[in-house]
């Protein structure tokens, strides 16, 4: 079982794929189009987020990274920037699209969390740092992004700003409480060796939290999807659109204030890549079908795109920001 979960992990994209196609098959030969998959959408959300957040240090924050500088710059990228960027293109490519324009909402108002910090340990970026602004971005979530899509998305599609802020307060709070007091207790208990030894296991949970959602908001929306597949070229025009915008201003903000290699890279996943579980999570339960179809294969293209950032642009980013190549990860 662990050797699969650290698959998942590794391979997650793949996995993604497959859970796509195969709930696409199933929601066209089997009727689910009256399932009501909020129940599924709440445990899916704990099972994506508990173990991440029992995997991350929270304690720590006080003591990691010391540059407010970068901090406070990622942080308003991933929040503000980022949801200037969704903004028009909502306005635009789904101008007739209520419900996929606030998909794209979403991934603009809630930026990346606990990701932020694996990927940075890919890129040979500041760990450090990266853990400093998930914790802050994950605590910010629940009262900036409920402001951010109300005003937003609220003109598109009437949304309750009430039930919003409660749904975030729920899946961040509840799974960060949880985590945080089962990490404390496997510690106290089996001690910190033990505890390392099984936390590479983490991310494979939260991924099977990924898949389960996928599956079955998929599966819903299968028969929109297979009548209209235009609609597959469109999420991913814009998905892709915004990933470009984000990085081209976040590079270009990396190189205005001197960032080097290890903190541009930082700011501009941070300002790239968006939280997977809670956006997919929020819109599996309060919003409509195609929402969630925006935002259900996502994680693939995210993936995709953050593993061409950090491989194929990694050392073009490195030569802008300071002249010379970095120690990038090998493909191979």
């Given at each position: 079982m662990g050797k699969l979960l650290l698959t998942i992990k590794k391979r997650l994209y793949i996995f993604v794929a497959i859970d796509f196609i195969v709930a696409l098959l199933f929601g066209l030969y089997f009727d689910v189009q009256h399932l009501n998959i909020r129940l599924i959408s709440i445990v899916a959300v704990f099972l994506m987020l508990y173990p991440m957040l029992t995997g991350m240090a929270?304690?720590?924050v006080?003591?990691?990274?010391?540059?407010?500088?970068?901090?406070?710059?990622?942080?308003?990228?991933a929040f503000f920037v980022a949801s200037a960027?969704?903004?028009v293109i909502s306005r635009t490519i789904f101008a007739n699209e209520p419900e996929l324009a606030l998909g794209i909402i979403l991934v603009g108002a809630i930026p990346c969390s606990n990701m932020l910090i694996g990927w940075s340990g890919i890129a040979d970026a500041s760990v450090e740092d990266a853990l400093v602004i998930a914790v802050i971005g994950l605590l910010l979530i629940p009262f900036l992004s409920p402001l951010i899509v109300r005003f937003s998305g609220g003109p598109l599609i009437p949304i309750d700003a009430?039930?919003?802020i409660l749904n975030l307060l729920l899946f961040?709070?509840?799974?960060?409480?949880?985590?945080?007091?089962?990490?404390?207790?496997?510690?106290d208990k089996k001690g910190m060796p033990y505890f390392m030894g099984i936390k590479k296991y983490f991310p494979g949970v939260s991924s099977l939290g990924i898949l389960l959602i996928i599956f079955f908001s998929v599966a819903k929306v299968a028969h929109q999807v297979a009548g209209h597949p235009i609609v597959f070229l469109q999420v991913a025009l814009a998905l892709f659109i915004y990933y470009i915008i984000q990085t081209l201003l976040s590079l270009g903000a990396a190189k205005l204030f001197k960032l080097n290699y290890a903190q541009g890279m930082i700011l501009i996943l941070g300002?790239?890549?968006?939280?997977?579980?809670?956006?997919?999570?929020?819109?599996?339960t309060m919003f409509g079908s195609m929402t969630v179809?925006?935002?259900?294969?996502?994680?693939?293209?995210?993936v995709l795109y953050i593993m061409f950032l950090i491989y194929a642009m990694g050392p073009v980013i490195k030569q802008l920001l300071e002249g010379k190549e970095p120690n990038t990860v090998s493909l191979a």
């Open positions: 929270v304690e720590k006080k003591k990691a990274g010391r540059n407010y500088k970068l901090i406070s710059l990622t942080l308003f990228f960027t969704a903004f009430k039930r919003l961040i709070l509840i799974p960060l409480i949880f985590g945080y007091l089962t990490r404390r207790a496997i510690i300002a790239t890549a968006s939280s997977q579980a809670i956006s997919l999570a929020l819109a599996a179809f925006a935002l259900a294969f996502k994680p693939i293209l995210q």
